[in-house]
């Protein structure tokens, strides 16, 4: 019984090193190439920012925010974009904290120059308005022409 229950344990740590190798060679990372959109469709991300609207000094405006639509994401974005407003909460010390908030959503190619357009808006945004952050969440997603 001995000798099977080191078998097992052989088998076990083998198959643990198979899925381990297989895990790797299959990172989530991979070229967005092998996304599975198929030939109708692209490979593209979607990238979400949401923008808190409260600061120390009162809220961003409305034309505050569409000038840095203007001048921050639009010229990095040019491709296209969409807004929306929504209201955010999180939990505080002093209990549950709210704030108007504005999302924007992004389809762009998976390239360091795009990447590297998203941080800047964030830092532009989290400068110009006092903020200590911007939410951003990204995936992969397939896009028809």
């Known amino acids: 019984m001995h000798r099977t229950t080191a078998q097992r344990v052989s088998i076990f740590g083998a198959g643990m090193l ?20 198929g030939a109708a469709s692209s490979a593209q991300l979607r990238t979400t920012l949401y923008f808190g609207l409260g600061r120390a000094k009162g809220a961003v405006s409305e034309l505050e925010w569409q ?9 990095r974005f040019p491709q296209g974009l969409t807004v929306w407003e929504a209201e955010g909460q999180w939990l505080t010390p002093r209990g549950i904290g709210r704030e108007r908030t504005k999302v924007l959503l992004l389809v762009h ?37």
């Open 67 to 75: 000038i840095f639509l203007r001048d921050e994401v639009t010229p």
């Open 109 to 145: 190619p998976e390239t360091a120059g795009a990447q590297e357009a998203v941080r800047a808006v964030i830092a532009q945004y989290r400068k110009a308005f006092e903020q200590e952050s911007v939410l951003w969440e990204t995936a992969r997603v397939c896009t028809a022409p």
């Open 18 to 37: 198979l899925g381990m190798g297989l895990l790797t060679q299959s990172d989530v990372r991979r070229p967005i190439q092998d996304s599975g959109c």
